[in-house]
């Protein structure tokens, strides 16, 4: 399994951005999707995922509100829609898939992708 994001960039505080993950090499749908993200000299944390057993869909409590994740099938792309984006959120922000639903633990995720930048100016 292969997946690449894009649509990082550089915005102002309060801008939005979508992120994209284009998830290939296998069947889209029996995977678990997951963003997280690494500021510098931090440890990377969990910020959102997309159940593959309901559809459900998970939020780390300092984006809920403001980010959005959403996946289209069709596609074989899960989205990561950021509004309201604050300073604190630039990082590289990764995806990653895997064959269970782990939640936030990241160890369980098989598959990463290399990881676009967000930075968020004040």
């Known amino acids: 399994v292969q997946l690449v994001e894009s649509g990082g960039g550089l915005v102002q505080a309060g801008g939005s951005l979508r992120l994209s993950c284009a998830v290939s090499?296998?069947?889209?749908?029996?995977?678990?999707i997951a963003w997280f993200r690494q500021a510098p000299g931090k440890e990377r944390e969990w910020v959102s995922c997309f159940s593959n057993y309901d559809g459900s869909t998970y939020y780390a409590d300092f984006v809920k509100g403001r980010f959005t994740v959403s996946r289209d099938n069709a596609k074989n792309t899960v989205y990561l829609q950021m509004n309201s984006l604050k300073p604190e959120d630039t990082a590289v922000y990764y995806c990653a898939a895997a064959g269970d639903f782990y939640h936030d633990y990241d160890r369980g995720y098989d598959y990463w992708g290399q990881g676009t930048q967000v930075t968020v100016s004040s």
């Open positions: 090499g296998d069947t889209f749908d029996d995977y678990a």
